[in-house]
């Protein structure tokens, strides 16, 4: 009976899993895509150079320079761990990456802009989404999913 059970709620998890990795990533490269001007004037940021005014303000605590890079690595890894969950590649790592930068964010938001900022931007939820996607015992619809059935 419990085999039964745990078959059941494999299938019940499958599209819920998926629909929160498309989700964490296409919100991801979203942001992404805002601060390299491709949303227009209507966005957050609108090109790369206010982006560096907001990390600034978000990274108040660090030199200039410090602040400077932190931007490009966050983009970096805004990049990597949302097509990493996309196609399902490595998608444990993804998820956890995306929950720790996610973290960083709402961290570095409360600290600079109040508490308010992460809660209207659900940077909260995010990162503890990708957290529990990160705990799932298989990946449905996933790179991962196919090399593990070769094994």
Known sequence: ???KANIMTDKNVQFPQLFLRLAISVT???AVADRFGFWGKNSAWGNWENFETYTRKL???????LSTFSAYTAT???ILFPLMLLIGWKTRIGAYGAGFLLLVFA????MALGVKAP???S????SAGAFLLAVQPKYSFSIDHLTNKNK
């Open 76 to 78: 970096f890894f805004e």
């Open 123 to 126: 940077v909260w939820v995010g």
């Open 1 to 3: 009976m419990l085999l």
């Open 28 to 30: 991801m490269l979203s």
């Open 107 to 110: 961290l570095s938001m409360t």
């Open 59 to 65: 990274t108040f605590f660090l030199p200039e320079g």
């Open 119 to 121: 809660l209207d931007y």
